[in-house]
């Protein structure tokens, strides 16, 4: 099995509809809402490239941009977050444990 990474997904879409189908295809991968426009998560590289292949077919390439951060743990506990870091009725249990 490929080796799991932590993804962030951020993106900057103007379209509603074309914003909650790239927010159901995070979702229905197994990320978690971290904030409005980013999700976070743990997927192999199989994964990840079936979720770029799927974002690029939904995004206008000319107007939506969408990135996918893999990390591993590693770099993940070298994060440093200001402010609120998230919102903390969209995130999981799950995703807590990883910013503790």
Same mark, same amino acid.
């Given at each position: 099995? &490929? ?16 914003? &909650? ?70 995130? &999981? ?8």
């Amino acid at each position: 099995m &490929s080796q799991i990474n932590l993804v962030w997904v951020v993106y900057d879409i103007s379209s509603n509809r074309t914003r &909650s189908l790239i927010a159901r295809a995070c979702k229905n991968k197994g990320l978690y809402r971290v904030q409005k426009s980013a999700f976070l998560g743990k997927l192999n590289r199989t994964q990840i490239e079936e979720l770029k292949v799927i974002c690029d077919d939904i995004i206008d390439p000319e107007t939506d941009s969408v990135y996918i951060f893999p990390m591993c743990e590693e770099d993940f506990k070298k994060v440093r977050l200001l402010g609120r870091a998230f919102d903390p009725e969209l995130v &999981s249990d799950e995703v807590k444990a990883l910013f503790l």
